[in-house]
Structure formats: structure tokens, C-alpha cells
């Protein structure tokens, strides 16, 4: 039985596999988080809530409340739909 080694690193870019001489192509895309409904929920409230009532009483466009959240607005839109079609259906 062979056995492989696989080293975690932040970058899906740094995997490497002990038993092979290759490096993996530098040109992938770093592999977003999966995320629970919970979290999600919880980040789609805390997107919102920041976006309507922010912290210094100036009104965040959506933007920036997705950078306040840490999460790209793509992502959050894409999040807050599929929550809204869940809810109807």
C-alpha cells in the first residue's frame, strides 16, 4: 500500500505530495471556505445590519459592509438569494 502525505497550507497552491517531484500549477485559485447555513445566516445578518445601522451613524453602501464582514459582496449576494428562494419555497 502506498501512502501519500499531503501537507495543508492557506494557498490550494502550496499542496505538495511527498511521494511526487512535481509541484502543482501556480496558476489555481485559492479555495473559498465552505460555510454552514448558520454561518452564513449569521453573516448575511451581520452584512445587513451593518449596511442599515453602522457603527458611526453614517449609512455603509453594501460594499463596504461586505468588506466590514470580511466576505466579497458576490458571495454575500449570491448567499442572501439562495436563502430568499429557500424561504419560499
Known amino acids: 500500500m502506498k ?3 499531503i ?3 492557506d494557498n490550494i497552491d502550496e499542496f505538495q505530495n511527498d ?3 512535481e509541484s502543482n500549477s501556480s496558476n489555481k485559485k485559492e479555495r473559498s471556505k465552505e460555510r454552514t447555513i448558520k454561518e452564513v445566516i449569521e453573516l448575511i445578518q451581520k452584512w445587513r445590519n451593518y449596511h442599515s445601522h453602522p457603527p458611526d ?3 455603509k453602501n453594501l ?3 461586505a ?3 470580511g466576505v466579497s459582496k458576490k458571495s454575500l449576494d449570491d448567499y442572501y438569494y439562495q436563502l430568499r428562494i429557500g424561504e419560499k419555497h
Open 3 to 5: 501512502t501519500i502525505l
Open 7 to 9: 501537507k495543508f497550507k
Open 19 to 21: 511521494n511526487s517531484s
Open 57 to 59: 451613524g453614517k449609512k
Open 63 to 65: 460594499q463596504e459592509a
Open 67 to 69: 468588506k466590514f464582514v
